[in-house]
């Protein structure tokens, strides 16, 4: 999860956060909506709303994400390609360990702790740059049919 991590500036008000803790949100943020005809933006301000009213002045202000491997990513010219969850065919490196894992399980009829360490850094050795190319061509393949897949349904990619 230290890829996922979110600059201090865009992280939102948690839904566990006490009342105290969502004004001092709010007030950090610099957020002053207008409340019965008048701006808050004061903690004092706050004080009249209630907790679910303040959960929604949070919502309603959430800032965009910004992830911290972006920001250093940015520094060095260059972005960060996030993979969707749960979609290991779209990522080389789980079907190259999930190769490794089967083929240590299959050799590793004493199961041994150690000899499932030893065939996995074996498998591991063992895996070339031919068969890392096989893997890439196959997600570059499951990633074309998505989007043929996806080619009748109406969607906007804009860039972040």
Same mark, same amino acid.
């Given at each position: 999860t230290y890829h996922t991590v979110l600059t201090e500036e865009t992280k939102p008000a948690k839904a566990t956060f006490t009342k105290v803790e969502l $004004?001092?949100?709010l007030v950090k943020k610099g957020v002053a909506p207008d409340i019965d005809? =008048? /701006?808050v933006s /004061? @903690?004092?301000g706050y004080v *009249?709303? &209630?907790k679910v009213e303040l959960e929604e002045v949070c919502k309603? =202000? &959430?800032p965009a994400l910004v992830l911290? +491997?972006? *920001? %250093? +990513?940015?520094k060095f010219d260059c972005d *960060? %390609? @996030?993979l969707p969850v749960a979609h290991p065919e779209l990522n080389p490196i789980e079907i190259v360990w +999930? @190769? $490794?894992k089967g083929n240590a399980a299959k050799r590793n009829v004493n199961y041994s702790l150690t000899d499932a360490e030893r065939l996995t850094i074996e498998g591991l050795g063992q895996i070339g740059v031919d068969e890392w190319s096989k893997y890439v061509r196959h997600c570059i393949k499951v990633e074309n049919n998505y989007y043929d897949a996806a080619d009748d349904i109406p969607f906007e990619c804009t860039k972040n």
């Open positions: $004004v001092e949100w005809g =008048h /701006t /004061t @903690s004092d *009249v709303l &209630k309603q =202000h &959430k911290q +491997a972006q *920001v %250093l +990513a940015r *960060v %390609l @996030s +999930a @190769s $490794v």
